[in-house]
């Protein structure tokens, strides 16, 4: 089965920059999307990037001009350049592989503190 690894997590200063990685490995499947989601204490999780199989992006409101989401389709992973952070940035970073009709997958999750 197809698991998903997170990386890049860690403690950053305002206006400072972070990279998040996300590796797909396992059985082999066709992939609708990937994307990245973030939780923060009390709050839902919500949509942070994602990207489809044919390479459409779509960004929360709160991160746009901020955040990209790239994808390297030969490594099965995806990316979230993350600059100009914010301390309301902070929270669990969960990266999202969907399947369609076949379900998604989440990472375990990687923490992303802002301070101020």
């Known amino acids: 089965q197809v698991q998903l690894v997170e990386s890049g997590g860690g403690l950053v200063q305002a206006g400072g920059s972070l990279r998040l990685s996300c590796a797909a490995s396992?059985?082999?499947?066709?992939?609708?999307?990937m994307g990245w989601y973030r939780q923060a204490p009390g709050n839902q999780r919500e949509l942070v990037a994602k990207?489809?199989?044919?390479?459409?992006?779509n960004y929360a409101d709160s991160v746009k001009g901020r955040f990209t989401i790239s994808r390297d389709i030969a490594k099965n992973a995806v990316y979230l350049q993350m600059n100009s952070l914010k301390p309301e940035d902070t929270a669990v970073y969960y990266c999202n592989a969907d399947f369609g009709n076949l379900g998604s997958i989440w990472g375990r999750g990687t923490q992303v503190t802002v301070s101020s």
């Open positions: 396992g059985s082999i499947r066709v992939i609708n999307a």
């Open positions: 990207i489809s199989r044919g390479g459409t992006t």
